[in-house]
């Protein structure tokens, strides 16, 4: 490029250049006397370059600042994706609170930046598909450079009465980095049979490109399509690979077992009458809340307990065991006490009741509540 009238040659030819230079030549000694070698012509020389960078900045710059704005869309989107947010939001939600957000600022540099930034629905559609098939790769190419892997599945039924199959990995590298992710959620919508759930996760398994001889162990929820010693799901996997794998039951259903086998239903029942006294009336429930708040409890209403969200049966009754006494006294008011309101007051009762409150706020929060305050309590 030259510096003095700043165009580019195409070829870089030795003539060619010459012809160039000689073209200039004559203007530039004759108008500001630089003759070759003078220290004028090397000031000039310096000053153009300076000019030429200084120019050269003002796109580097911008182009800088496209590249933030294109950085916070892609932001914003994996925002509205991680809250489960509608797309349109980015439009008609966010980039209004910015627009908003500038102009109070007062400074139209910052306002002129925010109508930049690319937020509409297909947009924010498309950073999320480029997300989403960025972090799929990264997770593919974790995977593949695992050195020996293990796998857990658990089917469930969505709200839609669908089996899905959850599929998660536990991998380890050679610096024994150790990883777990989600790799699959298969949904089936026929029978859920071993053979079938075999099926899905040898489809997961071959979409990933893992090699089937780093598998080391499966863990399972214990359903009988999982663990049987014929058609289980397991037993499908050893003998398509030929060789024995080490079989584990999952944790959480270990720890749901655990508080089934028990025996401590005649704890769990009346409590749960108790709460459905209260909760299943809104009148009572109204009036439950408003005596909590007049005698300014810790908590200002029960929760409900189901038997299918199991893993709130320490929450329950961890709240049930602060607000005993206020719920004796409530339904004793009411008349409405269970048929085993002589429970509420056995010594041995509370004992009971203390222990299951201790081991399942253990096994569901992983944290072990205090017994010497409850049996003081007692």
Same mark, same amino acid.
């Given at each position: 490029m030259c510096i003095v009238c700043e165009s580019t040659l195409s070829e870089n030819r030795r003539h060619d250049l010459s012809r160039h230079y000689k073209k200039h030549q004559v203007e530039v000694e004759e108008k500001q006397k630089l003759m070759p070698g003078s220290e004028l012509r090397k000031e000039y020389v310096v000053k153009k370059k300076e000019d030429m960078k200084k120019r050269r900045n003002l796109f580097v710059k911008r182009s800088c600042e496209s590249l933030a704005m294109l950085e916070a869309s892609y932001e914003i989107a994996f925002v509205l994706a991680k809250k489960h947010m509608p797309f349109s939001d980015g439009e008609y939600i966010v980039k209004p609170c910015l627009q908003k957000f500038a102009k109070c600022l007062g400074d139209k540099s910052i306002e002129r930046k925010v109508n930049e930034i690319a937020l509409s629905k297909q947009t924010i559609t498309r950073r999320i598909e480029e997300l989403s098939h960025d972090v799929f790769e990264q997770l593919k190419e974790r995977v593949h450079a695992c050195s020996f892997f293990s796998l857990a599945l658990d089917e469930s039924a969505d709200i839609c009465d669908v089996a899905q199959l959850s599929i998660f990995i536990r991998g380890i590298d050679d610096?024994?980095?150790?990883?777990?992710?989600?790799?699959?959620?298969?949904?089936?919508?026929? *029978?859920?049979?071993?053979?079938?759930?075999?099926e899905k996760v040898k489809s997961c398994l071959e979409n990933q490109h893992l090699n089937f001889s780093k598998l080391l162990s499966v863990c399972t929820d214990?359903?009988?399509?999982?663990?049987?010693?014929?058609?289980?799901?397991?037993?499908?996997?050893? *003998?398509?690979?030929?060789?024995?794998?080490? *079989?584990?039951?999952?944790?959480?259903?270990q720890e749901s077992l655990c508080v089934t086998i028990l025996n401590l239903q005649h704890v769990m029942i009346p409590v749960v009458k108790c709460v459905n006294k209260i909760r299943a009336k809104g009148l009572n429930r109204r009036e439950f809340r408003e005596y909590c708040e007049v005698l300014d409890m810790e908590y200002g209403d029960l929760i409900l307990h189901c038997e299918v969200h199991w893993l709130s049966r320490g929450q329950v009754l961890k709240r049930f065991w602060k607000l005993k006494n206020i719920v004796h006294g409530f339904l004793e008011e009411k008349e409405e006490l269970p048929e085993e309101r002589i429970l509420l007051c056995n010594e041995k009762w509370m004992f009971d009741s203390t222990f299951l409150v201790d081991i399942t706020s253990h096994l569901n929060g992983g944290c072990l509540i205090d017994i010497t305050s409850h049996l003081n309590d007692v």
């Open positions: 610096n024994f980095n150790i990883f777990e992710e989600l790799i699959g959620l298969e949904s089936l919508h026929g *029978k859920t049979r071993g053979s079938d759930i075999f214990g359903a009988p399509s999982m663990i049987g010693r014929v058609a289980g799901t397991v037993a499908l996997l050893e *003998k398509f690979f030929g060789r024995p794998l080490l *079989k584990y039951h999952c944790i959480i259903h």
